[in-house]
């Protein structure tokens, strides 16, 4: 599927070919496309070129670095060190995998769903093993609570016996 800003490019290229005016390709993509019409700048800016012989509609390739932060290796590491040490800062994790630090918080919060809450990175939402747990944890406190109504007066008891010989 091709984008509009493509589509339109190839419009203007047509019209080029047809001998039109730029004025005319611009009224035309803008009664057909509305709001989302290339801009009139952009559309001569494509014309005069079609005109000076290019052909591909496709955008030039530009200079400057691909990105190598966000590969699979960089990834595995980022959640390997999040899994050791939550309390690692994204600063720390940046500088240990060699990476910007925007670029590990990306990854965080797009590959594994993780955001910083009080110093500790923490997933968004619980996996289905977190949840279990919380749940069978939940279940053996209810159970020993109802199997000795006293527990938890004596918990706060020995707790308050524990502050006062401090």
Sequence with gaps: MISVTIEQRIVVKFHVKLGKTAT????????????????RARVFEWFKRFQDGREDVEDDSRPGRPSTSKTDDNNQTIGNLVR????????????????????????????FNMKKVCAKMVPKILTFEQQEARK??????LNAIENDSNLLESALNEICIKRSNI
């Design 84 to 111: 050791s040490d939550r309390r690692l800062s994204i600063r720390a994790i940046g500088e240990t995998v060699g990476i910007d630090k925007e670029c590990v918080r990306q990854i965080l919060h797009n590959n």
């Design 24 to 39: 005319e390709t611009y009224n035309l993509l803008k009664e057909m496309y509305g709001h989302e019409c290339l801009s």
């Design 136 to 141: 069978n944890l939940c279940t053996d406190t």
